[in-house]
């Protein structure tokens, strides 16, 4: 299939290997570098691979986002999204608020809510599990996926808690998933220049995996498209797919490329301004041949790429669309233009037209509805 006198002897090797097992990081890295010939045929494999691992189905969920706060102590030099206390836009959502927007949600037909906020000073642990609580009283079926790796540390030394008992605790009281952001790029270098006084890698991985060990399945992330080297990417890559090794505690994986609009780093000239839609093709790809039966599910963020692109890059390894979602402000402030809710009915129109199966999936693709 990949045979060509376009095509390196090594790159179809590579390419043969890939549709049926583990690439190594070194591999990963050759591919993710490939051009024209060579870049269509890493496409191909990729999506190869993913209709023999998961088939035709693209899933999503119905789910809804809310940010209770926008008050954050954090200088993440890539976050539009961040306010001073007092600062004008800065807000602080009441747990009664957040009650009330999760009931908004489930009545319309929502299955989960992604609850996160900014680092505020009045926030610990004991006021996640003050909202959690809350919401799961008055809606005990709705699965709640809340708090990233970074709010989980954070809540734990506030409240003078380890890790382990931060999330148990949590757990406890009704939390069923966690969002594994805050990874960002798990290289400390990087970290040290887009992201100063956020957890380190080692930091991540000890919370994401005590999260594993405590029974809290996470999705896991990379954003991209900044400051970092292919090289930074596929290291990533292999970190993820180490702890998943270890664990097995992933769901899904998201590479969120970087908005660079409104991103002080970018304004400041440190940063590039975002990826090309080929890198972002080719991470993709690369992301569904490292990780092969490890992690079968890849979601495309619409909110990030826009419907259209979103819609390509399912041609490249993906099988999942992520969320009709409701409220989302992060990737907006930073300049995105996309985020508000989508009806599923758009969502099986884009699926449907690429020739695939819509199906409506749980957060932990436990319960998946082909339609």
């Given at each position: 299939m990949?045979?060509?006198?376009?095509?390196a002897?090594?790159?179809e090797?590579?390419l043969?290997k890939?549709?049926?097992?583990?690439?190594?990081?070194?591999?990963?890295?050759?591919l993710?570098?490939?051009?024209g010939s060579?870049?269509?045929?890493?496409?191909?494999?990729a999506?190869l691979?993913?209709?023999?691992?998961?088939?035709?189905?693209?899933?999503?969920?119905?789910?809804?986002n809310i940010n209770?706060?926008?008050?954050?102590?954090?200088?993440?030099?890539?976050?539009a999204?961040r306010?001073?206390?007092?600062?004008d836009g800065s807000y602080f959502?009441?747990?009664?608020?957040?009650?009330?927007?999760a009931k908004?949600?489930?009545?319309d037909?929502a299955?989960?809510?992604?609850?996160?906020g900014?680092l505020?000073?009045?926030?610990?642990a004991?006021?996640y599990?003050?909202?959690?609580?809350a919401?799961?009283?008055?809606?005990?079926?709705?699965h709640?996926?809340?708090f990233s790796?970074?709010?989980i540390?954070?809540?734990?030394?506030?409240?003078?808690?380890t890790l382990?008992?931060?999330?148990?605790?949590?757990k406890?009281?009704?939390?069923?998933s966690?969002p594994?952001t805050?990874?960002e790029?798990?290289?400390?270098?990087?970290?040290?220049v887009?992201c100063?006084g956020?957890?380190?890698?080692?930091?991540?991985?000890?919370?994401?995996?005590?999260a594993?060990?405590t029974?809290?399945?996470?999705t896991?992330?990379?954003?991209?498209?900044?400051v970092?080297?292919?090289?930074?990417?596929?290291?990533?890559?292999e970190?993820?797919r180490?702890?998943?090794?270890?664990?097995?505690?992933?769901?899904e994986?998201?590479?969120?490329?970087?908005?660079h609009?409104?991103?002080?780093?970018?304004?400041q000239g440190?940063?590039?301004?975002?990826t090309?839609?080929t890198e972002?093709?080719?991470?993709?790809?690369?992301s569904?041949?490292?990780?092969?039966?490890?992690?079968?599910?890849?979601?495309?963020?619409?909110?990030?790429?826009g419907?259209k692109?979103a819609?390509?890059?399912?041609?490249?390894?993906c099988?999942d669309?992520?969320?009709?979602?409701?409220?989302?402000?992060?990737?907006r402030?930073?300049?995105?233009?996309?985020g508000?809710y989508?009806?599923?009915?758009?969502?099986?129109?884009?699926?449907r037209?690429?020739?695939?199966?819509p199906a409506?999936?749980?957060?932990l693709?436990?319960?998946i509805?082909?339609?």
């Open positions: 990949y045979k060509s006198p376009d095509i002897p090594i790159i090797e590579i043969d890939a549709v049926k097992d583990f690439i190594s990081s070194e591999e990963a890295l050759e993710i570098k490939t051009t060579e870049y269509q045929s890493l496409i191909q494999a999506d691979r993913r209709q023999e691992l998961v088939g035709d189905e693209v899933t999503y969920i119905q789910n809804w209770f706060t926008d008050i954050c102590t954090g200088t993440c030099g890539f976050c999204f306010k001073d206390p007092g600062q959502l009441s747990v009664d608020e957040i009650v009330r927007r908004t949600a489930w009545n037909g299955i989960e809510v992604c609850v996160q900014g505020h000073p009045d926030v610990d004991y006021f599990e003050k909202i959690l609580l919401v799961k009283e008055e809606i005990p079926d709705i709640i996926h809340a790796p970074m709010e540390y954070y809540g734990a030394a506030k409240s003078k808690l382990k008992e931060t999330l148990k605790m949590l406890d009281a009704g939390l069923g966690m594994g805050a990874a790029i798990l290289n400390d270098e990087v970290r040290k887009i100063p956020k957890l380190t890698t080692a930091d991540w991985i000890e919370v994401i995996q005590t594993h060990q029974g809290i399945s996470t896991c992330t990379m954003m991209y498209g900044h970092e080297s292919v090289e930074h990417r596929v290291e990533h890559l970190i993820l180490n702890i998943q090794k270890k664990t097995g505690g992933f769901t994986f998201v590479p969120l490329t970087f908005m609009q409104n991103a002080p780093i970018y304004q440190v940063a590039s301004p975002g090309t839609g972002d093709l080719k991470l993709y790809a690369v569904r041949l490292m990780f092969g039966d490890l992690l079968k599910n890849i979601q495309v963020s619409w909110v990030k790429l419907f692109f819609q390509v890059c399912l041609t490249a390894g099988n669309m992520g969320g009709t979602l409701g409220e989302e402000n992060i990737s402030s930073a300049g995105a233009q996309h508000v989508t009806p599923p009915k758009h969502l099986q129109r884009i699926i037209d690429l020739g695939r199966v409506e999936r749980d957060t693709y436990k319960n509805n082909p339609l």
